[in-house]
């Protein structure tokens, strides 16, 4: 790990990003098993697919901008001017899909039953998507500034955690929680954007529509690969929660998905340092020894986690929820599967021109998990375990996609080189 230690820009954002981390963990186990207790498994199911339709609506609106957008400020280097474009072109793209995703939201108010049932929560949810989606972290992120990102989360968190504790007491107070996320976002959008100009002299500009339109452009590539991996992994909760609405088994599920989530953390504060980072430097054996030590760390852990998984989730979650170890003995494998996915994903291959792949992998795990859920739907086996089942084998598709592609860019590259030695 010497050569990771000696990039102090690398190594002090991804610092700054494992202490968000470790932070925000320590918010959800505060908060996650308050919120299973005082709300129940059926109450609680109603937030997991709340949750499951805040992803779709935060992917629409965010678009492909966190990777589009960081690479765009990352290649600008410190010029103001283009990065203020860079920041209002997808402050205003951002700002009429939400304007898109609440028409949609009102048709789905008026034709689906799940969503006329409890409209309010779902508009809730959509402003805690806008908000959370007009947050500028691609900014610092293409800065290399990771610690405003740190703040800015820590914002959110703190707010919807205070929050929780003060005024959730009971199951008939569940809007709160989408509520609480969107004032702390919104809170920090405001302290960002004042930070942006205060700091680096980067704020909101006059553009043209033709800037808009080129940035939603060069951000639609990222766009495919985030709505499919978004796609199957919130589509799991959207269809148990229409098969089995309100259910004591959707809640289990969601508790345990949402835990599950926060191990696949673990990946993001890597591999969101090391795509700028890959970028600029290209140094693909630096990142196979990340790939390896993560590895190492996670497998063990998960393991142990697997053999005591009933008594856990009863610990941790709260009476009645011992059969999520069920789920979670399944879905934990997903967590040493992501560390390798993110990682072989965009930063791996972004550098090599192979960006297509790792769109194309999770195009291929979104069919794939549609096809499973028919598959079992017909057969009448839709139920969260199999699911789980699916889950586990899409991902591991995908994983398998970018690392062939990896070693297969590897290869090019080595040859290239060997033949401009010869030559």
Request: hydrophobic share 50%; glycine share 8%.
């Amino acid at each position: 790990m010497g050569t990771f230690l000696a990039d102090k820009k690398l190594a002090g954002n991804t610092l700054a990003l494992y202490i968000l981390l470790a932070t925000s963990y320590l918010f959800s186990f505060i908060a996650l098993p308050y919120l299973t207790r005082v709300l129940g498994p059926e109450v609680y199911g109603r937030i997991g697919f709340g949750t499951a339709f805040y992803s779709y609506a935060y992917l629409i609106i965010d678009f492909g901008f966190i990777l589009s957008a960081t690479a765009e400020v990352s290649r600008a280097g410190l010029d103001r001017a283009k990065i203020s474009v860079a920041l209002t072109a997808a402050s205003l793209a951002k700002i009429v899909l939400a304007l898109l995703c609440g028409l949609v939201l009102a048709v789905l108010c008026l034709t689906v039953p799940q969503f006329a049932e409890d409209p309010l929560l779902y508009f809730f949810y959509l402003l805690y998507a806008a908000a959370s989606a007009l947050l500028p972290d691609f900014a610092y992120r293409g800065l290399e500034d990771m610690k405003m990102v740190t703040v800015s989360t820590l914002v959110v968190k703190s707010v919807f955690l205070v929050g929780v504790f003060v005024f959730v007491k009971d199951s008939t107070q569940y809007m709160l929680v989408p509520l609480l996320y969107f004032l702390g976002s919104a809170i920090a959008d405001i302290f960002l954007l004042f930070h942006l100009r205060g700091k680096y002299g980067v704020c909101l500009c006059h553009i043209g529509v033709s800037d808009v339109w080129r940035s939603m452009k060069d951000s639609a590539q990222y766009f495919v690969s985030r709505v499919a991996s978004t796609f199957y992994s919130s589509l799991n909760t959207m269809v148990l929660g229409v098969v089995s609405p309100g259910s004591a088994e959707l809640g289990r599920f969601t508790a345990c998905t949402n835990a599950v989530n926060a191990g696949k953390g673990l990946s993001s504060p890597i591999a969101d340092s090391m795509f700028p980072y890959m970028i600029r430097t290209k140094n693909y054996r630096l990142l196979v020894k990340i790939i390896v030590f993560g590895e190492v760390l996670l497998v063990p852990a998960c393991i142990v986690v697997a053999v005591f998984a009933p008594g856990l989730c009863e610990w941790f979650f709260g009476e009645g929820y011992a059969e999520s170890g069920d789920y979670l003995r399944i879905l934990i494998t997903l967590i040493p599967i992501s560390l390798a996915s993110y990682l072989l994903g965009f930063p791996a291959l972004t550098p090599m021109g192979k960006a297509g792949v790792s769109n194309s992998s999770v195009v291929a795990g979104a069919v794939i998990q549609v096809l499973f859920l028919v598959v079992l739907w017909i057969y009448g086996q839709l139920n969260a375990l199999n699911i789980c089942y699916a889950t586990a084998v899409t991902e591991t598709v995908v994983l398998l996609i970018r690392a062939f592609s990896f070693i297969e860019g590897l290869r090019d590259i080595r040859r290239k080189n060997s033949n401009e030695q010869q030559g």
